[in-house]
């Protein structure tokens, strides 16, 4: 009898609408290199996946070999890990549904697996963050788009479709702001950076009172968090209307799920006690009194961009191994 060395490496994916990270992972977390490319460079889905194998072949040849990586976890915006398909992704520059896993496992010659870019959050947040021995959470990214990921009994329930956890796509406000996904008044159209940026040129209409705001050509969630530091009334309010829908959505979740914790990430929570604050009153006055007072709101205390890699990582783990090269 005769045994063969086990392949100890993966690489982890992280598709961004700006950029694309990705790295070589060993089994215990640490990466050994890392490298990305500018997203949006790239208008064709074929160019991409192009510019992604070679990317990954180049960093595996520099790094030990491509013969020792096992296997390749993508996560990226509107993606199903159980067809493998980004599925109109409404933030990202290709449309329609796309098989990404496929594409790159046909230029890779390896096993690709293809998660959400919450699943994989959920994943990097329960091996390695704040959700580390929870059993019952979820996980919110909220940045250009926002998203979720359930995670009960110790795994990500993906649901029949492989959609569920879709909570920035729930209705907020009744025949409200159009969202990107064609329906009006999700959460996203509201609490995202586009919908966040909305609200301040919408309070500006409403009010003559001076604001740093005001003859701002390119506004932005950071921006207005800054004019919140200095004080700035109208930007408080941005994020005070932000936090109350946000604050409701998240108890409408909480009031279903039970989860021990809900975990806040991506770009728009470091607006910090503008954006928390109202968000956990909303979520109090709204959540069933029965666990009021019992789901903690947290934020995440990872990297974002290291914790994406390391979930992708894990998610590389889940699939069957496949290669080529053996």
Not at 96 to 106: E, T
Not at 184 to 190: M, Q
Request: proline share 3%.
């Amino acid at each position: 009898m005769y045994t063969t060395k086990m392949k100890e490496r993966v690489v982890g994916v992280d598709i961004g609408f700006e950029q694309t990270t990705y790295a070589i992972v060993d089994l215990r977390g640490k990466i050994i290199a890392r490298d990305s490319f500018p997203t949006e460079e790239y208008a064709t889905i074929s160019s991409f996946v192009s510019k992604l194998a070679e990317s990954i072949m180049l960093l595996a040849e520099n790094n030990g070999g491509y013969e020792t990586i096992r296997s390749v976890g993508i996560s990226c915006p509107s993606a199903n890990f159980k067809t493998g398909c980004m599925e109109n992704a409404p933030n990202m520059p290709w449309k329609g549904v796309i098989p990404m896993a496929a594409l790159l496992r046909d230029r890779l010659g390896l096993a690709v697996a293809l998660g959400n870019d919450c699943h994989v959050m959920a994943l990097g947040e329960h091996a390695f963050g704040c959700a580390h021995g929870m059993k019952d959470f979820i996980l919110v990214g909220i940045g250009h788009g926002l998203g979720s990921c359930v995670f009960t009994r110790n795994k990500a329930h993906l649901g029949a479709n492989g959609f569920a956890g879709e909570i920035g796509h729930t209705c907020v406000v009744d025949n409200g702001r159009q969202c990107g996904c064609g329906l009006k008044g999700c959460l996203e159209a509201y609490a995202a950076a586009k919908g966040i940026v909305t609200t301040a040129k919408e309070i500006l209409a409403e009010s003559d009172k001076p604001s740093l705001m005001r003859g701002v050509e390119k506004l932005s969630p950071k921006m207005i968090t800054e004019f919140c530091d200095q004080g700035d009334e109208l930007a408080i309010e941005v994020y005070r209307r932000t936090g109350y829908l946000l604050g409701l959505a998240l108890a409408t979740a909480a009031s279903q799920l039970d989860p021990e914790a809900i975990i806040l990430s991506g770009g728009i929570p470091h607006a910090g006690k503008w954006l928390l604050e109202p968000a956990q009153e909303s979520f109090d006055q709204h959540v069933f009194h029965n666990i009021r007072g019992k789901v903690k709101l947290l934020i995440t205390t990872l990297d974002d961009r290291e914790r994406d890699l390391l979930g992708a990582s894990a998610l590389a783990w889940e699939v069957e191994e496949y290669s080529l090269f053996k």
